[in-house]
Structures are given as C-alpha cells and as structure tokens.
C-alpha cells in the first residue's frame, strides 16, 4: 500500500487549482440513469470514486467514456440491461445508492444493495427508501437489497417531509420526482451546492424544479428527460482543505476557481482564528495575520453551516492555535478518528463522544500515522506540513477517493511531499 511522506518546510506560496467536486459528480453521474440520451459532465475530478461510480454504471448497462485527459465524462444509458447493483461494487462507496431513485423511476424497477456501515458512522439509507415509498414504490428488503417496484404507471407526486437533513436522500427523491406523475414537494432538504448543481443539470434535461438551494423543493415531473451537457461545481471541501494549508504554515495561497458563497461559514470561523480570506479575480487568497491562529469552537451543521467534511481538517490546525478550542460533530456519530493520530504527533486532544476539546500546543513532531477514512487522511497532511521533522502517513488509498494529485498540488506552492509507492 502506498503511503505519503511530508516534512515540515516553512511557508507555501503560490496557486492551487480546485476541481469540480466529488459529491455533485457522484450524484450527476447517476443523473444520466433517467434519460436514454447522452448526458456530458464537464470539469470531472479524476478519483478513485469517480471510478467506482463508472464501473457500477457500466455494471448496469451504461457507457461512460472518460475524454480529455478524464475531466470530461460522457455518458449514455440508452440500453440500460441490468437493474441489479451488486454488493461487490457498492460496498465500496455509500453514494452507490443515488443510483436506485433513477432506474426506479425511468424504468419502474431496481435491485440495489444495501451499501452498509462505514468507519465514520453507520449511517442507514431508511430515508432514502421512505422518500421513494412517498412516490409510490414498492419496496422490499430481502438478502441485503433493495428490491423496489414501482406501481403500474411510474412513480407518482407526493410530499416528502424529511425529519433529518440527509444529502443523498434529497439527491435520490429529487431525481426520482423528475419523472413521477404530479407534482413532489420535499421539505427539510438538503440546501448544499451539489443539490443546487444536481437541480442546475436536471433543468438542462428537461425537469421542472423549484428551490434548490433552500429548505423546501418543488417538483412537476415531466413525462421523459433528454440530453444536456453540463460542469460540475467547484469542490468545497478540497477548495477548504487547501485554504488550510497557508493558515496552518504561514504564508499566502490563492485557490484558484475558489468561491466565498461555497465555503461562507468556514471563512467566518477561519476569520475569527485570525486568517484572512480574500476574494480575487482567479479565486481566493489565503494567509495568516499571525505567527499563530487563536482557537475557536466549532460545530458542524447541514449546509450553510460548517461541513463535517472539513472538521477534520479544521483540527489539525486548531491543534497549533493559541488557546483551547471545542469541536462539536453533529452530522456523524464517529468521525474523530484523526485525534489518536494527531495525538502521536504531539497534538493534545480530548474527545468524549461527539465533543474534541482540543489544547493548541507550540509545534507537533512529525510521527508515522495511518490515515481511516479520506478527511482523516488529509487532516494527517496537514497537520505534517507544519510539523517539525518527517510525517509518514500510511493507506492513503483513503485519500485518492476525494483528491487528485495531492502531491503535485502541495508541491507546487512549496511543500516537500513525496508518495512512496509500495508494490
Ligand atoms: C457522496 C456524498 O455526497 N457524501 C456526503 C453526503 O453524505 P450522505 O448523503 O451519506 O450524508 P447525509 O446527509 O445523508 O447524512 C446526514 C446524517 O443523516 C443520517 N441519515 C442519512 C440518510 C438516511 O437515510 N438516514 C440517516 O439517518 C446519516 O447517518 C448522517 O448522520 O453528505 C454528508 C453530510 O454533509 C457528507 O459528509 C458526505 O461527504
Ligand atoms: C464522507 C465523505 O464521502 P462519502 O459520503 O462518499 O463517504 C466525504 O466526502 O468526506
């Protein structure tokens, strides 16, 4: 397994470029499941999920066609030949269940698995499954699948009513009421980018949404969807995870394609820890106003909120700030699984269940530590950019899931990181 080894090296300076985010790819590419015309995503990040993604929609019958050096993905479901979604593949990642509201929906049937457990929670699918049962299908759960039906007819309007926030389940009802009969109110939805972006694409194919972006989604379905080509939105939490590294090393950093409304409440906690971020005409510049950041306490929230996906990340640079800060995880039940390894490289950390109260301390030591999911992953980078001596962070296939050319990016404004690739 290969593995990456950073030592600390002073200040960054110079560009980062973001790519198009991972979790609206991962819901587009299922989008093309309701339409038997070509659907063409610009922008595409090139990663290990985005592989999976691919592999389990040709598993269906579908073509995928990576171009330009794979940052555009053409896609066609024209002969959908298979309505099974098998263990083997979405075991491997849980957004494997944004394909069963789209076969439902277009062609009445689906068997997916049930995606599982992972290491940051268990998180279930029941609202997934609830939503689609508001539009009529018939749902059974027998040897770890879903087997859904949907009535004769198709799928028809209702209301969804969400009790919890859940990104994928808004993705899931949203693209499954593009296509029922009559008129979907979902409320409670997710208000994060990549629904704003799903219903930006589904638009161009012909659905009739309203309210994307805010807590109550309307939809009229319409009878077929067609073709559309369409980029995928900036990734925010790659766009956060490199804003860090200047605050956590010093320096100054502009992302380039980075925007302020993507990552609003993480510039504010930013702000307050002492960083500045500053909008420019290629994007976002970041720097530290100080030697040090001063602690803050931070909760994460569905969006607009700050993102669990960048708590993580959040921590290693609370772990050298000024001061005690108090992390709150609201969204998972276990995602502080970086805090033992943090703590081999000298952090200090307290966590009782979803609280980490964290001690900022004057300079960590470079240790060897093992990466658990991909946010972990990087926060373990981070933190080893500013570490005294060498970090080796070991199962960084966790990391390849969510970013493309680490290395090369961090290099290139100055860190010394190499990837050790093990046979
Ligand atoms: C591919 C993708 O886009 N992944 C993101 C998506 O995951 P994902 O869509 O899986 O996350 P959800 O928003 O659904 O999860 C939020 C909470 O709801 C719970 N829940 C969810 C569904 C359900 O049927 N029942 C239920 O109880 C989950 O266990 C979790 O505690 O949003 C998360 C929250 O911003 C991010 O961390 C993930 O990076
Ligand atoms: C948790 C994440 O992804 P997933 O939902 O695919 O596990 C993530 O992107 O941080």
Redesign the pocket.
């Known amino acids: 397994m290969d593995s990456i080894v950073v030592t600390g090296n002073g200040e960054l300076a110079g560009q980062i470029p973001i790519a198009g985010a991972?979790?609206a790819c991962l819901t587009l590419m299922p989008a093309t499941l309701l339409s038997d015309e070509p659907l063409t995503l610009t922008n595409a990040p090139r990663l290990s999920?985005i592989r999976t993604m691919t592999d389990l929609l040709e598993s269906l019958g579908a073509e995928v066609s990576r171009l330009q050096d794979g940052q555009v993905l053409a896609m066609s479901s024209h002969d959908l030949n298979n309505h099974r979604a098998d263990y083997d593949i979405v075991r491997k990642?849980?957004?494997s269940i944004l394909v069963l509201g789209p076969m439902l929906a277009r062609d009445g049937h689906a068997v997916v698995s049930l995606p599982g457990g992972?290491a940051?929670g268990a998180r279930p699918v029941d609202l997934h499954l609830r939503a689609l049962e508001a539009l009529g299908a018939d749902l059974e759960l027998k040897d770890g699948y879903v087997h859904a039906k949907a009535p004769t007819g198709g799928l028809h309007g209702g209301r969804i009513d969400f009790p919890l926030v859940s990104v994928g389940a808004t993705e899931n009802a949203l693209m499954a009421a593009t296509l029922a009969r009559g008129t979907t109110i979902i409320t409670n939805a997710a208000r994060e980018p990549e629904i704003v972006d799903l219903a930006l694409c589904l638009t161009k194919m012909g659905a009739r949404i309203e309210g994307a972006g805010t807590d109550t989604i309307t939809i009229e379905g319409v009878d077929r969807l067609h073709g559309a080509t369409h980029p995928v939105v900036t990734d925010r939490?790659e766009l956060g995870t490199y804003m860090l590294a200047p605050a956590i090393c010093g320096g100054e950093v502009e992302l380039l394609g980075g925007r302020r409304d993507l990552v609003g409440a993480f510039c504010d906690k930013l702000d307050e820890a002492g960083v500045e971020v500053r909008e420019t005409d290629a994007g976002l510049a970041v720097r530290r106003r100080g030697d040090h950041v001063k602690a803050v306490d931070v909760t994460t929230e569905p969006f607009p909120g700050f993102p669990t996906?960048l708590q993580a990340q959040m921590m290693a640079l609370l772990c050298t700030a000024d001061g005690v800060s108090v992390l709150e995880e609201k969204i998972f039940e276990n995602r502080f699984m970086h805090a033992p390894e943090l703590l081999r490289m000298g952090a200090k950390i307290d966590v009782h269940g979803g609280t980490a109260t964290v001690t900022g301390v004057k300079q960590l030591k470079g240790a060897p530590v093992m990466a658990t999911d991909?946010?972990a992953s990087v926060s373990l980078i981070l933190a080893g950019l500013a570490a005294d001596g060498e970090t080796t962070v070991s199962r960084v296939y966790h990391l390849d899931r969510?970013y493309e050319h680490v290395v090369r990016k961090l290099e290139g404004v100055g860190a010394k990181i190499e990837r050790i690739r093990n046979k």
């Open positions: 991972k979790n999920d990642m849980r957004a992972c940051i939490i996906d991909l946010r969510g």
